[in-house]
Every structure is written in C-alpha cells, then in structure tokens.
C-alpha cells in the first residue's frame, strides 16, 4: 500500500521567502508528526496532530512555523521568512497508534536549502 | 542531560563481527521502546521494538533494563547491508503528546 508521502523532495529558496512543505499520511492514520533533521544530527520534534484534538506545537522553533492538517489527512508545514539555519530535512511521519507509542512511519522528507 | 542518549559512535567493524550499541534514557515513566535505522539520506524505519523480557529477531537481539534506565542492540554476524545510523527510541509519557523521543543515532559501517 501507498506509504507517507511528501512534496516538494528539494527545496532551494532564498532567505526572507515563505516556503509550503506538505505531507500526505498513510491513510486512517490519526496521528501525524513533523520533525526536522539537520545533516549528522538526530531528529528534533516540531508538532504533532492526532486526530481532531487540538496539534501539539512545543517544538516549533519560532512562531515563522505553523502547520496545519486538514481533514484530519493532509498536511502542510509552513515557514515564513525563512533563515539559513532552517535549512534541513523536514521528515513527516504517521501513526495508527492513538496512543502515541506505537510505530511511525516516515516519508522520505523534504530537503530544504535556505540561500 | 538528553532525554535520551546513545553511543556517539561511528562503529566501523568487519563484516562477521558482532556489534553492540547501548542507550540510556532519562524518563523512568516510560513504557515503549524501539530500536530505529537510518540509512544515509533515507527516512527512519522502524527495527524492532525493545520488550522487559528482551527479545531477538534474527542477528539482532534488544534488550532492556529498567532499573539502569538502560536499552542495547547486538548485531551478530554483522553484514555489508547493516550500515547505517541505529536511533534509540523511547515514548514520552510525561503528559506531552509527543510521545516518542529520537536518540541522536550511532553511526554503523561494515567493512568487507
């Protein structure tokens, strides 16, 4: 079956501009994860969606970050203004686990260049 | 202290050998662990989950100790085809409802 996808898979921006990152989850995945890695480093957290709570957002770095999911499925990471340092890859996982420790499945991310 | 923490590595072991890579974790609440692979410029994906009694899936072999707060992962008859990087996992039941927390990974190469 599909798996999680993402789009674009490169991004190149110059800094100042706003950039739309999206996420299509496996689907009847009620739980959806945003993470960022940057090269050699381990993944850091950004915001988390289950279901129709309300998101999780304690890892976003600054208030340029904001996601949002739609329809419970589809999601978009949005950064405005973006600052050399935002570049990374930008990893969205989905879950069944409404529990939150179950197992997350990646999509192959979006590598993102700030010039 | 990092919520979790792993061997910084890089472990670069022949091919055959056995491999063994070690993480401690700061949260004695936590109740779920896995072991995680990375490999170089791919997503994670899932490799074992770590249960009490520890448990093995082939070459591989978790195991768990809560009182030390305390996950390993042995390789055995190390192949080509496990290099990678190998994150520790570990749920986060502190109320927060990012329940999993990614160790910063233990770079592995096998060498022919």
């Known amino acids: 079956g599909a798996g999680v996808s993402q789009s674009p898979s490169n991004k190149v921006t110059e800094k100042g501009k706003d950039v739309e990152l999206r996420c299509d989850p496996i689907?009847?995945?009620?739980?959806l994860y945003w993470y960022r890695q940057s090269l050699g480093q381990g993944l850091e957290f950004l915001i988390y969606?289950?279901?129709?709570?309300?998101?999780?957002k304690s890892g976003l770095p600054s208030d340029r970050f904001s996601a949002e999911r739609t329809g419970g499925s589809v999601s978009t990471l949005t950064i405005q203004r973006t600052q050399q340092e935002d570049s990374a890859v930008y990893l969205c996982?989905?879950?069944?686990?409404?529990?939150?420790?179950?197992?997350?499945?990646f999509g192959p991310g979006t590598r993102l260049t700030v010039l | 202290r990092k919520e979790v923490e792993q061997d910084p590595g890089p472990f670069n072991v022949p091919e055959g050998a056995t491999v063994a890579f070690n993480c401690t974790y700061s949260?004695?609440?936590?109740?779920?662990f896995f072991w995680y692979r990375q490999d170089c410029r791919k997503e994670p994906k899932l490799l074992m989950s770590?249960?009490?009694s520890g448990n093995e899936d082939g070459r591989f072999t978790a195991q768990l100790n809560r009182a030390s707060q305390y996950i390993s992962l042995l390789i055995r008859d190390s192949k080509l085809s496990d290099s990678a990087t190998y994150l520790c996992?570990?749920?986060?039941?502190?109320?927060?409802?990012?329940?999993?927390?990614f160790g910063s990974g233990t770079q592995l190469t096998v060498l022919p």
């Open positions: 996982a989905s879950s069944l686990s409404t529990s939150g420790s179950g197992e997350q499945f």
């Open positions: 689907s009847g995945h009620t739980a």
């Open positions: 969606f289950q279901g129709n709570s309300a998101p999780d």
């Open positions: 949260n004695s609440a936590s109740q779920s």
């Open positions: 770590v249960y009490s």
């Open positions: 996992v570990v749920n986060d039941p502190s109320g927060s409802a990012r329940q999993l927390t």
